[in-house]
């Protein structure tokens, strides 16, 4: 994404080898099982024997994040097409409300 301040996506899940096998969220390019610091490990779930469904959820929620700012990004680009005006007016505030917590640093 272009102007964007995160690591570019798409993000995947793995596991940390140096973090005791701790569930992890990595930048695609990372080689998944080295340190995550030379890898651009982009967070640390849980702790491996802590690691439940719920982190897993979690993860594929964290590695899903660029998709979905790309996403509400081009679907930001429809609001032109809404007529209505209340519809227009949830539109913005989900939407926009949701891009600028993304990007907030």
Known sequence: MENS??????????????QNNALAVFDSRAEVG????DHRCIC???????????DEANAALI????????????LAGL???IQD?????????IVYSAI????TV
């Open 5 to 18: 301040k995160h690591t570019p996506g798409p993000w995947k899940i793995g596991i940390a080898k140096n």
């Open 34 to 37: 080295n340190n995550p610091k």
């Open 44 to 54: 640390i779930v849980t702790e491996p024997e802590m690691a439940d469904k719920e």
């Open 63 to 74: 590695a899903a994040a660029p998709d979905l700012l790309k996403a509400l990004k081009a």
């Open 79 to 81: 609001e032109a097409w």
């Open 85 to 93: 005006r209340e519809l227009k007016e949830m539109f913005q505030k």
């Open 100 to 103: 600028a917590k993304a990007e």
